[in-house]
């Protein structure tokens, strides 16, 4: 099991950009952004393997970024052209195995979440 911690939420404007950051206790094949959806269901916000190889939702295509450090265990997203409708809280979440994907239900290991705010 990894320990997840998330850090960079807070409020900007419409338009505007943040970077969450995310730290692993430990190595992970798969590590993901999720945010919850207005209906409080999770949705996948961006995946990304240790191959560096990424998946997004559409919802955020061209917008958000992640990236991830494999020395440090890390991963980071950065969220551009901010909308309010991305107001959310945004959990790091963590996988063992492939396939790396955008499902909420493949993921076993969760960080407590950091809150982003976007006002229009």
């Known amino acids: 099991q990894v320990h997840l911690v998330e850090s960079g939420g807070d409020s900007v404007q419409d338009g505007g950009s943040l970077r969450l950051s995310c730290e692993a206790s430990?190595?992970?094949?798969?590590m993901g952004w999720f945010r919850q959806a207005p209906d409080n269901q999770l949705e996948g916000v961006a995946s990304?393997?240790?191959?560096?190889?990424?998946q997004y939702a559409d919802s955020v295509k061209g917008r958000f970024n992640i990236r991830r450090d494999n020395t440090k265990n890390t991963v980071s997203l950065y969220l551009n052209s901010l909308k309010p409708e991305d107001t959310s809280i945004y959990y790091c979440?963590?996988?063992?195995?492939?396939?790396?994907?955008?499902?909420?239900?493949?993921?076993?290991?969760w960080g407590r979440g950091t809150q982003v705010t976007v006002s229009s």
């Open positions: 979440a963590g996988r063992d195995r492939a396939p790396c994907t955008l499902g909420p239900s493949d993921y076993g290991d």
């Open positions: 430990g190595y992970t094949y798969c």
């Open positions: 990304i393997n240790s191959d560096y190889r990424t």
